[in-house]
């Protein structure tokens, strides 16, 4: 009887020694989500990222396309580390307790614009076809402040691959306005000069900041937080962010973590 | 008294129906719902239509010619999406003048279109095509490509317009075959920085030489890039195509405006969305710089 019960506390302890261990193991997958942003190349973006995750210890990446999906899923996993955008940053943190650890840059910038944009010729701010990368919904909420003119119910979105091509859209006649980023067009002045004097900034949005790796707890995710923050510094790494349209992912500076707590 | 209410309320009635009847829902006919590229527009054009549509898939066995007329004729919509050349010529051969929008045409040019249709170009604006070629390559100054009188003349005096404003010199040299291409292929490269392969029919018909062009650009480490998926599993750096979903929802985007009752300026208008395949592992290969911005905006990276 004395050994069954030793056997038994013995399991016991075991047990909950395992159990601890297990809910002490981190979460080593990073989650993607970003609603502003229509990337097609989910395939690409898995592999490569997970190429070279890797490599440096067992680190996996997994994107979601769907809002519902990704909201649902951090949700519900503990230890969860996360890359999205300050929208869906803020959308989280009202049931959510989100710490943010790495904010994205491009060429040492944190923040960007979106801007509306239509032809020169248009001065009356006529036309409805509105051309985006955003998802539909998004595209909606974003034009509801960029597109203040317009009947918000006689607006079609128009949803296209990428920012470049939003802003081609209107150009070359294919829709009438288009909601993109100020760097985005700033792209397309250096590319095409002619085409770019044919279109004008008609509104400028709140500045946001890009990309945010977040997690609801901070005592697993700093290997891979490290992990993250030093990917510029490898040719392979860097092949990553650019595919996210960004270049580097440091600590929030100050300014950062005032904006994030301000602007609600 | 009661009569007249009754009258009011039944023309009342009568109105609300003949209202709503003439704005049927749009008819869809794929020509082969089996192809991906055509699935893909009908998908995403029912996703941004946001109403049902009825469809009819040219691809199934029943879609006989007397079966498809004397659906169409009982069918007979307000307005049609055609995708494909097949879809597009069986709606005009038989309810030619109703309002049809087509997508998915390879040279839309060689079929005539009657008044009231409009449609979508297989292939980007040149436009578009050079400032992503500026977007990968931006050192490049000077293009080489070759080009037939009969089909991509005009193709390659829109790509030279479109290259000026991105400050690039785009050199067409005319040749009447393949096997012209050999011969012309060394003196076209010289000073080239990068090779355009045009989509021409003439051009592309001898799989073995086209790879052996691509090879020839290879070695003298000038980029390849091409209109054909195909042509990046050959050794081309960038393939620039249309993005076929866009092309759906670009087409549910005319038919609202037709229906509005303002139709685009345009009859037949370029693509909005655009692909891009980065085949980083020959562009590394070659060692010609690049824009690694590029790779934010491609749908494939080779690597």
Redesign the interface.
């Known amino acids: 009887m004395r050994r069954l019960r030793l056997a038994f506390q013995l399991f016991l302890y075991g047990y909950l020694i395992t159990g601890v261990y297990a809910d002490a193991e981190p979460n080593n997958t990073l989650y993607y989500f970003n609603q502003e942003s229509s990337i097609n190349n989910f395939k690409e973006l898995k592999t490569t990222f997970d190429r070279y995750l890797l490599k440096q210890g067992a680190y996996s990446f997994q994107p979601f396309n769907d809002e519902e999906a990704f909201q649902e899923h951090v949700r519900t996993t503990s230890r969860v580390i996360m890359l999205v955008s300050e929208w869906e940053y803020r959308a989280l943190s009202r049931d959510m307790a989100l710490k943010p650890l790495l904010i994205a840059e491009k060429e040492q910038e944190s923040t960007t614009q979106r801007i509306a944009v239509t032809r020169v010729s248009n001065s009356g701010l006529e036309g409805y076809i509105v051309a985006s990368a955003y998802h539909p919904g998004d595209a909606e909420r974003i034009a509801s402040s960029l597109l203040e003119h317009a009947n918000e119910d006689a607006l079609h979105y128009l949803r296209v691959p990428k920012d470049l091509d939003a802003l081609m859209s209107v150009g070359f006649g294919m829709a009438d306005f288009a909601l993109t980023t100020r760097e985005a067009y700033e792209d397309l002045v250096k590319l095409n000069p002619a085409l770019a004097k044919e279109l004008k900034v008609i509104q400028t949005g709140k500045t946001v900041l890009r990309l945010i790796v977040a997690t609801s707890s901070d005592s697993d995710a700093l290997s891979i937080a490290e992990l993250l923050e030093s990917m510029d510094e490898h040719p392979e790494g860097l092949k990553c962010l650019k595919m996210l349209g960004i270049d580097a992912l440091n600590k929030p500076s100050k300014e950062a973590l005032i904006h994030l707590k301000d602007n609600r | 008294m009661v009569r007249i209410l009754l009258t009011l309320y039944l023309s009342l009635f009568c109105a609300t129906l003949y209202a709503e009847s003439m704005e049927k829902k749009p008819l869809v006919i794929n020509s082969n719902g089996g192809v991906e590229k055509y699935r893909a527009a009908q998908t995403s054009f029912m996703e941004?239509f946001g109403s049902e549509a009825a469809v009819i898939d040219l691809g199934e066995s029943r879609w006989n010619p007397k079966r498809l007329k004397q659906r169409l004729y009982d069918d007979y919509p307000d307005i049609i999406y055609a995708i494909g050349a097949k879809a597009y010529l069986a709606a005009s051969e038989y309810i030619g003048e109703k309002t049809i929008v087509f997508s998915s045409i390879v040279n839309y040019r060689r079929i005539a279109m009657e008044p009231g249709h409009f449609g979508i170009s297989e292939e980007l604006?040149s436009?578009?095509q050079?400032?992503?070629i500026?977007?990968a390559f931006?050192h490049v100054k000077r293009v080489a490509l070759f080009y037939t009188e009969r089909y991509t003349k005009e193709w390659y005096h829109a790509l030279k317009k479109s290259a000026q404003?991105?400050g690039i010199e785009l050199v067409g040299h005319a040749v009447n075959g393949v096997d012209d291409t050999k011969s012309a292929m060394d003196a076209a490269l010289d000073g080239a920085d990068a090779f355009v392969m045009l989509s021409d029919p003439v051009l592309l018909s001898d799989t073995r030489q086209v790879q052996q062009l691509i090879d020839r650009c290879n070695e003298r480490k000038i980029p390849v890039i091409g209109f054909l998926d195909s042509l990046a599993e050959m050794g081309a750096s960038l393939v620039l195509s249309t993005?076929t979903p866009?092309t759906g929802?670009?087409a549910a985007?005319m038919i609202?405006?037709i229906r509005r009752g303002q139709p685009?300026?345009?009859r037949v208008?370029?693509?909005?969305?655009?692909?891009l395949i980065v085949n980083?592992r020959q562009i590394e290969e070659l060692q010609v710089p690049y824009d690694?911005?590029v790779?934010?905006?491609?749908?494939?990276?080779i690597?």
């Open positions: 941004a604006h436009g578009m050079m400032t992503l500026r977007h931006p404003q991105t993005d866009t929802r670009q985007s609202t405006s685009p300026a345009v208008q370029s693509p909005a969305g655009s692909k980083l690694d911005d790779l934010q905006n491609a749908n494939r990276v690597q």
